[in-house]
């Protein structure tokens, strides 16, 4: 298996496995792409915990919600907000059509209260705190939303749209951290089924500013981030494809989370960046499906 993916088939897999459309970072998927992502999907779902609860959310979400979980403290430089029209009938007229003398309709616009799901998880804490307790022994949710971050950055698999998968577990400590231990596991047997070649890596989250660089390297020191990489632009720079997070307290601080015994509860999630895999996989195995290794299209049932 080559390990430094060939320029031919990086540019084969940007313009047409995926379709760029004019904005950067925000690609058409075409009926291939879509055939392994539903084989991921049914594969991470073959996997899903016992007495997993299943939530399925859309790509958009509370604005209170969001800044009451400390995205904005974290990842400003990441967020969008959905923005509509303000304003009088003819003031909005006006500047559709252009006739208002300096303005353009885009400065008619005001933020709503509706934010782009940064990360699908956000959304299940507060649901589950609205509950009450949480038994100690863990309450997992199974997880998928559309996801939007502000990328710059145009190199394959750094998109500005992309899905996520999640299983998330809120429970005691030594609960949260034995699930995302046991998911790193997982997803090293995952990842040798699907025939790709990774590393597991301690990683830490982009965080914004100066500040932020001291953020990462706590969250390294602490080992609260691991990340599953596969080569796809280069071999010194591999793709994240799978992220497995311990957030101590943070969310069950944030959200009143408690266990049963009273105690503020931890939660972890370990995460599948379901377009980055399928572009890993497509980066590993070539362009013809039908030519992939027997093992790994059992694994995706194609
Ligand atoms: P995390 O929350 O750990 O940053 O992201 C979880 C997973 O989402 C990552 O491991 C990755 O697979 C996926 N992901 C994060 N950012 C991007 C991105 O810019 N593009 C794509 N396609 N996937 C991303
Ligand atoms: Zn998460």
């Known amino acids: 298996m080559p390990t430094q993916v060939s320029a031919e088939r990086l540019e084969a897999?940007?313009?047409?496995?995926?379709?760029?459309t004019a904005a950067n970072g925000v690609q058409g998927r075409t009926g291939v792409f879509e055939e392994v992502i539903a084989g991921l999907t049914a594969m991470i779902t073959r996997h899903r915990p016992d007495g997993a609860e299943v939530l399925r959310f859309p790509p958009v979400m509370s604005r209170a919600l969001l800044e009451k979980s400390g995205y904005l403290k974290s990842f400003p430089h990441l967020l969008g907000c959905v923005s509509s029209m303000t304003g009088t009938e003819s003031k909005i007229r006006a500047l559709i059509e252009g006739k208002a003398s300096g303005q353009e309709w885009v400065?008619?616009?005001a933020a709503t209260d509706l934010v782009l799901t940064p990360a699908a998880c956000y959304?299940?804490?507060p649901i589950i705190a609205a509950r009450g307790d949480v038994p100690q022994t863990g309450v997992i949710v199974d997880v998928?939303?559309?996801c939007f971050r502000r990328e710059a950055s145009s190199e394959l698999g750094r998109m500005q749209?992309?899905?996520?998968?999640?299983?998330?577990?809120?429970g005691a400590p030594e609960t949260a951290l034995a699930f995302r231990e046991s998911w790193k596991a997982k997803a090293?047997?995952?990842?040798?089924?699907?025939g790709v070649p990774f590393t597991l890596a301690p990683a830490s989250d982009p965080f914004f500013g100066r500040a932020g660089k001291l953020m990462a390297v706590n969250q390294v020191e602490q080992a609260?981030?691991?990340?599953?990489?596969?080569?796809?632009?280069?071999?010194?720079a591999p793709t994240a494809c799978m992220s497995f997070n311990y957030h101590q307290d943070h969310f069950g601080t944030t959200w009143g989370l408690r266990t049963d015994d009273g105690a503020v509860?931890?939660?972890?999630?370990s995460a599948f960046g379901l377009d980055r895999l399928t572009i890993a996989l497509f980066a590993t195995h070539g362009l013809d499906l039908e030519a992939w290794p027997g093992h790994v299209r059992e694994a995706l049932s194609l």
Not at 161 to 170: H, K, L, Q, S
Not at 188 to 194: F, H, I, Y
């Open 123 to 125: 959304q299940v804490y």
């Open 13 to 20: 897999i940007t313009s047409s496995i995926l379709q760029p």
């Open 188 to 194: 090293e047997q995952m990842a040798n089924q699907l």
């Open 161 to 170: 749209a992309f899905r996520m998968r999640e299983y998330v577990c809120i």
């Open 265 to 269: 509860a931890h939660t972890a999630c």
């Open 144 to 146: 998928e939303s559309y």
């Open 107 to 109: 400065d008619a616009l």
């Open 224 to 236: 609260l981030k691991f990340e599953l990489l596969i080569p796809v632009n280069s071999e010194e």
